[in-house]
């Protein structure tokens, strides 16, 4: 297994957190212990991310419990895990082991970020922030832009307009093509009912070559108040067409922006 990989698997349920952004573990020490519980964790905890990246979760689940089972202060083996738990749908069990990684790293940067995105995923977004911050305090963190643009679509969620918008502004600078902020800039703007500034930010989104429900919608919502029936009608095929059990299709066939 490469060691990319399980960077692949927690960015795959990236997005700004309106589809909630998981930044990965330090893959740098994983498969250097010489202490034989590590090394185990780190064995099982690569093999779980393996069979989870080829949706054979049972498998999955069972290393990444022995790896917890070698080394309960392993916390990428309780990041992995949970991000496993959230896709079964298991969000309790999954919130203890984001809580359990930050208690055995507690300095993480991708351990903070990660267990303030789950937060903000499940209604929390205001004890989630302090998570974004331990996060940036992290000299090592590696991906800011991601806790930023977490923090700043979930200040968003509880209508702080101004911190979202400081936080988003932050994360496009450490990356000006980083779809997640972009997104969220994107709905930021039509939330201030500035429609131009939101086509803008949504088209630097889209050509950083990402699609979403979320992001055909603002497309939607933007050329519906900007009087462009054309454009919001090609917006709305693409959500129908490609996400037809979505609420998003449910919305757009009532032909309502929002």
Known sequence: MTRNMLRNILIAL??????????????????GSTDPARRAAEINTRLGTEYMSRGQYEIALEKLKRAIRSDSDY??????????YERIGEYELAGDHYQRAVKASPDSGDANNNYGAYLCRNGKSREADPYFQ??????????????????????LRHGDMDAAENYLR?????????PDALLSMAGLSYRKSDYLRARAFLQRYEATGSTSVEGLMV???VETRLNNPEGAREYRDQIVDRYPNSPEAEQVRMGTPG
């Open 14 to 31: 990236s997005g700004a957190l309106l589809l909630g952004c998981a930044s990965t573990p330090d893959t740098d020490t994983m498969g």
């Open 170 to 178: 932050q994360s496009l600078k450490y990356d000006a093509a980083f």
């Open 219 to 221: 497309g939607y919502q």
């Open 75 to 84: 916390a990428p083996a309780h990041t992995v895990i949970a991000v496993l």
């Open 134 to 155: 331990k996060a940036l305090d992290d000299p090592f963190y590696r991906t800011p832009a991601v806790a930023l643009a977490n923090a700043g679509s979930c200040a």
